[in-house]
């Protein structure tokens, strides 16, 4: 199970932390994303980080400007926001598998609930 939270209204510019909280089967899992589905867009993947191990994978529209961190004392991963913008608002999910990469919508099985992020002044 994947419990995100974190949601937020932020100015332009600002910044915002997403968590998402694994629990039970969690612990099989290999790999766990962040998507987001803007307004009338299908859902696009956002960033992916391997539950043990170094590698990181993000999207073009957010590297440099997004982080996405595991504590695997808490068994939680993060989603650092800075630099936001208008056009992330968006609906973000987290999500996890056994595979051991994926950045697409299918690529997962397990996900959470979704978070509202809104970028505006």
């Known amino acids: 199970q994947l419990q995100a939270s974190g949601r937020g209204l932020v100015q332009p510019g600002g910044s915002l932390r997403l968590s998402c909280a694994a629990s039970g089967r969690s612990s099989s899992l290999n790999i766990f994303a962040w998507f987001r589905q803007r307004a009338g867009k299908e859902r696009e993947f956002v960033a992916a980080?391997?539950?043990?191990?170094?590698?990181?994978y993000y999207s073009n529209s957010v590297r440099g400007r997004f982080t996405i961190s595991r504590s695997n004392a808490k068994d939680t991963v993060y989603l650092q926001m800075n630099s936001l913008k208008p056009e992330d608002t968006a609906v973000y999910y987290c999500a996890g598998d056994t595979k051991t990469y994926g950045d697409t919508r299918d690529d997962y099985e397990y996900w959470g609930q979704g978070t509202l992020v809104t970028v505006s002044s």
């Open positions: 980080i391997r539950w043990r191990g170094s590698p990181t």
